[in-house]
């Protein structure tokens, strides 16, 4: 279950599988050399069907590292699990892209 | 509280930090790796904040400005060269001294000092840089957040993951999943303030931390337990529902993330409403602004106020503390009173001496079960023995360390390139006696750096390297610890040496002085061989203090040179200065001890060797001559010789003798008690000790005792041997 992010043309990027520890170093660093430019990237993240704390991260990181070269990074298409750990660990703000499917899993708060 | 105490382990925790400062600045210098500038801005980071929160303002300004530069070079943004890194220590020096002034304004020279430093430090700025102002921000509360009620059951959980949590298998969302089954989850703030720049972090390393409101009816022991598998690689706080106080202490953990967002966060959970949060700030500064003359100590005006516990203040010391620990992560210390330990090691000395007596008797008293009981106690009393003193055991490296700065200022004082070596930095010893070595060690390594290596052009003309070495050695070796200085510089000018003795009238008779005896003279009091007396070394005054400062610790040192090709000095010292094995012997009704690390064997004397040896001082022992002691004759004993004698034949340094004695009675754990004042001139005994039968033992020094075998005989031929020690031994 690799998760690898596969570039369709430069601004659309595409996670599939696990977001985890075990791909964490080649998502870093896919991840970061797409940011460099500026302009605008999206990340569709509906292939995901696991995240752990160093997917987290990673995508904090990519968030702040795409800010400061003034890159518009933007994360869309949540898969389930991506909502439950952002809606868990209350990062939608943090991120700031909205997140569709996140009505109902985060309406008990 | 004491806040004088509570400043104490400030000042403890900031020289500890300097120093760290100033050997991860030595090293940079030689490497200029990046993983050491965090480490370096996190000492000048703690030190800034720890120094806020005591309302040290000149420290923080001053502190403030070096950080931001650390900072800047953390992030690339200027890089180190050497007039930085010189400067850097300048910088350390300075907030050294400003940090011990405590309290007290600094004075003019030490504030025209710091103005020196910042403006050598201005082209390293940022240009976008004004006069640091006070930066920072301490959380205070009101008196009113005591009325407040507890507010439910939520407890607040603060947590920060180890960077090895992930590499250890643990997934820190996975913990916070399970918290959610002892209760609701009502907030959670992610903190990813410790993110690191993305080209430097690493991806399979936790940065996150996470503040927790979890609202459940438990206790504190479960939701800790929740975290039990990463407990040791993780920071935990869980403030219980309501507490107070510990919201606070919480705040000031966390000072060293940012305030401001920190604040938020609590906000957010509900732990603190925003209006609280901004009386606080708004408190502080408004004190701040009104006694601008001499500001009260931060900590000591919460007080005053009523708004913190005296835990508040503690607490921001234990900040510091941990976020030390958290550098030196595998190592944990508890800091203990040296005299509480001076205590604990005193009485396992009495213990071992009550040991005894209790073996004594249960001897006597022929129960076999007694004496297994008290022989499994005697086990028991040795390994004590032995632990506690190696609570004193230090190892030598952080003493070395200091030597690196020491080589660095006095050969960039000489204009000469100098390199320190260290190695076997892991050598433990007693603390004891490294204290007590350091200044001796200073003095070689100056004179190593001094006289021993040449200047740059005369060692290429010499065809060896520019750089000089002077390398710091230290292992261990039959009972002793030897430390090494070596340089490989001009060596020792034997015929210069000599010519000054004669000069001096130190030597009589010079042809007939081994290479050996010759180097030794440096040692005689007022002898220096330096042509230009420098302000650091060759006044004459010195290496005598050096070897008597040795000689002190029962020590010795003996030099060692070969014309070209450098010196080396050994030190040569005991393990510990308080518990010795010995093995136990008696003449007539004296009993010696001798220390076992110098024994090398025992052999009896034959009635018919017995005879032969009766008027000469050596015996044929395996083809070998063997210069022998009687201790009867040399300390003048009563008594004739007992019918059957036997030799302990004793090594130091390469040397034998055999000591006579009547009886062999054992080995003998020994407490050395010091001999009095009275005796401090007495050569060939060290110290005493108590048998468990009530009676003195003395100890004898192996080392003085073969020396005098050495004058001895060269004077031999003239006259017989006399008994050399009058009867000072009579009453033991």
Known sequence: MAALVSVQGAEQLRVEGELAIQFAAELKDTLLRSVQATGEVTLDL???????????QLLLLAKRAAAAVGCRLRYINHSPAVVDVVELLNLSATFGDPILLAVAAGADR | MNLDAAFQTFLIESRELLEEMERLLLDLEGAGESADLDALFRCVHTIKGAAGIFGLDH????????EEILDRLRARAITLDDSLAALLLQCRDHIAALVERGADRPGETLEADGRALLAALTPWQANDVI?????????????????????????????RFGRDVLRHGMDPIGFIRYLGTLGRIEHVSTVGDALPEPDVMDPESCYLGFQIALAAATDKATIESVFEFVRDDCELHILPPGSEVARYI???????????????????SGAVTRTELANGLSGQQAAEGAAAGSPPRLGEMLVQQGAVAPALVDAALGKQKRTREARQQSSQYIRVQADKLEALINLVGELVIASAAAGLSAQRSHDAATHEAVASVSVLVEEIRDRSLELRMVPIGETFQRFQRVVRDVSQQLGKEIRLDISGAETELDKTVVEKITDPLTHLVRNAVDHGIEAAAVRITAGKSAVGTVRLNAFHESGSIIIEVRDDGSGLDRDRILRKAVERGLVTDPENLSDGEVFNLIFEPGFSTAEAVTNLSGRGVGMDVVKRNIEALRGTV?????????????????????????????????????????????????PAQQLETRSRDFINLRGEVLPLVRLRDHFALSGASGRRENIVVVGYGGQKAGLVVDELLGEHQTVIKPLGSLFTHLSGISGSTILGNGAVALILDIPSLLSQVRSHDAGRQERRATPRRARVLAGS
């Open chain 2, 558 to 606: 003996e030099v060692e040179s070969a014309r070209g090709a450098g010196t080396t000095l050994r030190i040569r010292l005991p393990l510990t200065l308080a518990i010795i094995d010995g093995f136990l012997t008696g003449v007539g009704v004296t009993s010696f001890v001798v220390p076992l690390g110098n024994v090398v064997e025992c052999v009896e004397l034959t």
């Open chain 2, 131 to 159: 006069t640091p102002s006070l930066p920072i921000v301490v959380p205070t509360v009101s008196p009113e957040r005591y009325e407040r009620g507890a507010a439910g059951d939520v407890w607040h959980i603060s947590v």
């Open chain 2, 250 to 268: 919480e705040l000031i953990q966390a000072l060293p993330e940012e305030d401001a967002r920190l604040g938020d966060m609590l906000v957010a």
């Open chain 2, 59 to 66: 420290v923080v300004a001053f502190t403030h400005v070096v």
């Open chain 1, 46 to 56: 509906s292939g995901v069907s696991e995240v752990d704390t160093a997917g987290i």
